[in-house]
Antibody, heavy 124, light 110 residues
Framework: QVQLQQSRPGLVKPSQTLSLTCAIS??????????WNWIRQSPSRGLEYLGR?????????DYAVSVQSRITINPDTSKNQFSLQLHSVTPEDTAVYYC??????????????WGQGTLVTVSS | QSVLTQPPSVSAAPGQKVTISCSGS????????VHWYRQLPGAAPKLIIY???KRPSGIPDRFSGSKSGTSATLGITGLQTGDEADYYC???????????FGGGTKLTVL
């Protein structure tokens, strides 16, 4: 059974960097049949896809245009986890952040396992 | 404003059938698979339909999905009070190069 365990919630000040990790058990981050995603949810923006990392002979990361200029998603193979960094945050980045596995038996864009969610509040 | 359009709410009596629609365009639903999620309060979304009409292991056949053109539909038969939740559709959008979601539909089982 795949499980995704997210790092604990936090308060981030405006203009600083939001950092989260997602530890994977029951699967390998280097799997050729999965992609590892970050998605957030807020009352004002609903569910919003942020980006992903995945391994296909080499590592790839791709990001939603809405956050492309200030996001980094990296794998950590030594810990079987992946991370999210979102730079220059504003109060609009306040949301519950989820990590999720993309199932690549189909198109990789169905998310079959999710982390528990982490509330991140951006406030001074 | 979500890229995919869902009704804000639907309701039906226990034992009845309900359908939830998801409307998009040729850049998303029209040319990509649609997936459906159920979200209970305070919990993460859960995948209930993938690739338009496939059910993950453990999802009962009371749940079904279909797609026609630029719209998709989630069907739930034999409604139970435990089906009360928010339901979301999602798909890849080729123009936006991102996964997009509907705004969610709150199902009430009266």
């Amino acid at each position: 059974q795949v499980q995704l365990q997210q790092s604990r919630p936090g308060l981030v000040k405006p203009s600083q960097t939001l950092s989260l990790t997602c530890a994977i058990s029951g699967d390998s981050i280097s799997s050729n049949n999965a992609a590892w995603n970050w998605i957030r949810q807020s009352p004002s923006r609903g569910l919003e896809y942020l980006g992903r990392t995945y391994y296909r002979s080499k590592w790839y990361s791709d990001y939603a245009v809405s956050v492309q200029s200030r996001i980094t998603i990296n794998p950590d193979t030594s810990k079987n986890q992946f991370s999210l960094q979102l730079h220059s945050v504003t109060p609009e980045d306040t949301a519950v952040y989820y990590c999720a596995r993309g199932y690549c038996g189909g198109d990789c864009y169905s998310f079959d396992y999710w982390g528990q969610g982490t509330l991140v509040t951006v406030s001074s | 404003q979500s890229v995919l359009t869902q009704p804000p709410s639907v309701s039906a009596a226990p034992g009845q059938k309900v359908t939830i629609s998801c409307s998009g365009s040729s850049s998303n639903i029209g040319n990509n698979y649609v997936h459906w999620y159920r979200q209970l309060p305070g919990a993460a979304p859960k995948l209930i339909i993938y690739d338009n009409n496939k059910r993950p292991s453990g999802i009962p056949d009371r749940f079904s999905g279909s797609k026609s053109g630029t719209s998709a539909t989630l069907g739930i038969t034999g409604l139970q009070t435990g089906d009360e939740a928010d339901y979301y559709c999602g798909t890849w959008d080729t123009r936006l190069s991102a996964v997009v979601f509907g705004g969610g539909t709150k199902l009430t089982v009266l």
